[in-house]
């Protein structure tokens, strides 16, 4: 998917492309895009038990963010 798709498709969700996703090189862009649809998409997890696993991740990896 081309970096004009993967920015399509925020704009389309979000209403605009946030500053620090538009600062990421493409491969960064379009794997970051995928993970925040998959947080955001409906699946058998609530929205809550995918950030509780984002954290957890985060935590497990030391994070700086």
């Not at 993970?35 to 984002?54: H, N, P, Q, V, Y």
Request: proline share 3%; glycine share 10%; hydrophobic share 40%.
């Amino acid at each position: 998917m081309s970096r004009q798709d993967v920015l399509a498709q925020i704009t389309e969700a979000l209403g605009g492309v946030p500053g620090w996703l538009s600062r990421l090189p493409d491969d960064q862009l379009t794997q970051t895009w995928g993970t925040l649809g998959w947080m955001f998409s409906d699946t058998a997890l609530t929205s809550r038990e995918k950030a509780l696993i984002s954290y957890g991740a985060a935590a497990a990896v030391h994070c700086t963010y």
